[in-house]
């Protein structure tokens, strides 16, 4: 295996910050902005695409009168994360 073998997802630091968080628990937009110290924009877009390629699942959720986006790992994108590490310790091995 080698470096060009990395899929597009973690090709983005800030996409292996969202992936990796989400690992844990499902997180806000809100949450996720303060954990990733992104700009709103930055990281709409690089949420949007983790959703496209199916890594996550976005949803809207009631809390306290507002309407808030609520996101989750899929299980593709748990497996695809872990391939990803899988790829990054093989690297580390030759």
């Not at 959703?51 to 899929?74: C, F, Q």
């Amino acid at each position: 295996m080698k470096v060009s073998d990395i899929s597009e997802i973690f090709s983005s630091p800030l996409r292996i910050v969202i992936v990796s968080s989400l690992l844990s628990k499902d997180m806000l937009f809100s949450e996720l902005k303060e954990y990733t110290e992104a700009t709103d924009g930055n990281l709409s877009v690089h949420l949007k695409k983790l959703n496209a390629w199916g890594v996550i699942e976005s949803k809207k959720v009631r809390i306290k009168d507002k309407i808030l986006t609520s996101y989750k790992l899929t299980e593709f994108g748990k497996a695809e994360f872990e391939n990803y590490v899988l790829l990054l310790e093989s690297i580390l091995r030759k």
